[in-house]
């Protein structure tokens, strides 16, 4: 991915991870809270198989709309 379109994504991230704060879930792995910016970039890397900087260009439509389910999906 195109260092602007990394940066561009990263921002997304960031804003998503804190609309996500407080809105995870427990889990006994995390006893102090869960890091809702982790979380999203470690789905974004479940889902595509690498990480956010490594993405295809083409696909950075793609991934905003999944932030967007993370969003509104905070399991």
């Known amino acids: 991915m195109h260092k602007e379109n990394s940066s561009k994504l990263w921002k997304i991230i960031v804003?998503?991870?804190?609309y996500l704060k407080d809105k995870l879930p427990d889990h006994p792995?995390?006893?102090r809270g869960r890091n809702p910016y982790a979380h999203v970039?470690?789905?974004i890397k479940s889902k595509f198989n690498k990480s956010y900087k490594?993405?295809?260009d083409e696909k950075i439509d793609e991934v905003i709309e999944y932030i967007e389910y993370l969003k509104?999906?905070?399991n």
């Open 72 to 74: 509104k999906n905070p």
């Open 54 to 56: 490594d993405i295809e």
């Open 15 to 18: 804003a998503a991870g804190d």
């Open 41 to 43: 970039a470690s789905c």
């Open 29 to 31: 792995n995390h006893p």
